[in-house]
T-cell receptor, first 110, second 114 residues
Framework: SQQGEEDPQALSIQEGENATMNCSYK?????LQWYRQNSGRGLVHLIL?????REKHSGRLRVTLDTSKKSSSLLITASRAADTASYFC??????????FGAGTILRVKS | DVKVTQSSRYLVKRTGEKVFLECVQD?????MFWYRQDPGLGLRLIYF???????EKGDIPEGYSVSREKKERFSLILESASTNQTSMYLC?????????????FGSGTRLTVV
């Protein structure tokens, strides 16, 4: 069962621009996480935001969480060609396991 | 760094074969997970385990079984492979607090059943 749904499905931008990806979910959550996947490899954990947090930063990443709208966004600032990957949100809905969305494919053109 | 190692990157098997996908983690994590990933469907949980010899069904367990005889190893078994099990299989592990911290994934096994 998919809990998180990312939007857009695909995004193409120029190097140096900012990339914004959104995630919506359906049930109450303990936390929401973002992962990155390069070209059919495994997923890498990027950042976790807890339900009582509204915003979190990590390097060029900024994540927001709006629990009233059941949505989150991931902003990558000053994007680089190396940021080209698929990005997934995953929700921990108090069930001891994560539920992943279908992902956003980001392409950064140099 | 935690390492999760999946034994094969690519695998081609015939319909009806019994297939074993192996996953080993080296950081004494309690929790281990098997997901499959298909285009447009994201990651779907097949089975997970919180401890040795313990297993729980995920969202799509049909056609699969698992084995966890040792804490570091979690095996996914396709009893009789079918073409609709062609997919990318991802193993992950986490500490007991699991979803509260984040998962570490292996590099994946791309399985093709012909």
């Amino acid at each position: 069962s998919q809990q998180g749904e990312e939007d857009p499905q695909a995004l193409s931008i120029q190097e140096g621009e900012n990339a914004t990806m959104n995630c919506s979910y359906k049930t109450s959550i303990n936390n929401l996480q973002w992962y990155r996947q390069n070209s059919g490899r495994g997923l890498v954990h990027l950042i976790l935001i807890r339900s009582n947090e509204r915003e979190k930063h990590s390097g060029r990443l900024r994540v927001t969480l709006d629990t009233s709208k059941k949505s989150s966004s991931l902003l990558i600032t000053a994007s680089r060609a190396a940021d080209t990957a698929s990005y997934f949100c995953a929700t921990d809905a108090y069930g001891n396991k994560l539920v992943f969305g279908a992902g956003t494919i980001l392409r950064v053109k140099s | 760094d935690v390492k999760v190692t999946q034994s094969s990157r690519y695998l081609v098997k015939r319909t009806g074969e019994k297939v074993f996908l192996e996953c080993v983690q080296d950081m004494d994590h309690e929790n281990m997970f098997w997901y499959r990933q298909d285009p447009g469907l994201g990651l779907r949980l097949i089975y997970f385990s919180y401890d040795v010899k313990m297993k729980e069904k995920g969202d799509i367990p049909e056609g699969y079984s698992v084995s966890r005889e040792k804490k570091e190893r979690f095996s996914l078994i396709l009893e009789s492979a079918s073409t609709n099990q062609t997919s990318m299989y991802l193993c992950a592990s986490s500490e007991r607090t699991g979803p509260q911290e984040g998962y570490t994934f292996g590099s994946g096994t791309r399985l093709t059943v012909v």
